[in-house]
């Protein structure tokens, strides 16, 4: 897709890796809009980029709704959805409570469900929409079940939406990285983060996003053997 003037929501630019890629798509020409749920950071982010902003919590699908469809009447339409939101928690499958797994599905998928549900309604058909899921859809984690379930279920509801609309000409990037130094783990709704791998540069896997975005590609997962971003 042409980067250049596309109508962008970014929801959840307050955080490390959606503030990165709001400024690297604002840089890129696009004229963006920015959402999130701490009412400090998305006015220091909007006011940064001169960008409209919507605050919208990921547990309250009615804000959701109201997020996007602030946005499209703000730009005149929309062009391209951008969902870096995101909680993780720890913990055996046994261990961690159902308060905890439930709050995890609710922002990790029905958050993201209602903002692609709004966005739908509002795109032309050659759309885009970008969806930060994580590598433990591909490569489910002990003592990350409820997340790695979460986040599965995540990029199987993108793969059905791509599936839906693929001949209406939307596209749909499902991001699946491995992890980042992002402060990400530490603000975990539950537990604490086991050994991790070393993690990826923020950076690369911006940069590797937009790449996908340009070339019209569906996924950027991490590849185990390679040690390595792979697009596909």
């Known amino acids: 897709m042409e980067l250049e003037g596309a109508r962008t929501l970014v929801a959840g630019a307050t955080g490390e890796l959606g503030g990165r890629l709001t400024r690297r798509l604002r840089g890129a020409g696009a004229t963006v809009s920015v959402a999130g749920r701490d009412e400090e950071r998305l006015a220091s982010v909007a006011e940064e980029l001169d960008a409209r902003a919507f605050r919208f919590d990921a547990r309250d699908f009615a804000s959701c709704e109201a997020a996007v469809t602030g946005a499209a009447d703000a730009l005149g339409g929309l062009d391209l959805l951008v969902i870096a939101t995101g909680e993780v928690g720890f913990g055996a499958a046994t261990s961690l409570d159902m308060a905890a797994a439930t709050r995890l599905f609710e922002v990790n998928v029905l958050g993201p469900m209602a903002l692609v549900r709004a966005a739908l309604a509002r795109m032309d058909d050659a759309g885009t929409v970008v969806g930060l899921s994580a590598i433990v859809a591909d490569y489910p984690t002990a003592d990350m079940a409820a997340y790695s379930a979460s986040k599965a279920a995540l990029s199987a509801y993108m793969a059905a939406v791509r599936r839906e609309r693929r001949r209406e000409g939307l596209r749909v990037l499902d991001v699946r990285p491995q992890h980042m130094e992002t402060g990400f783990s530490d603000r ?45």
């Open 188 to 232: 975990a709704v539950a537990g604490e983060a086991p050994d991790l791998p070393q993690p990826l540069d923020p950076d690369e896997v911006v940069d590797t996003i937009l790449g996908a975005m340009r070339d019209e590609r569906r996924e950027v997962a991490f590849d185990l053997r390679a040690r390595s971003l792979v697009v596909n």
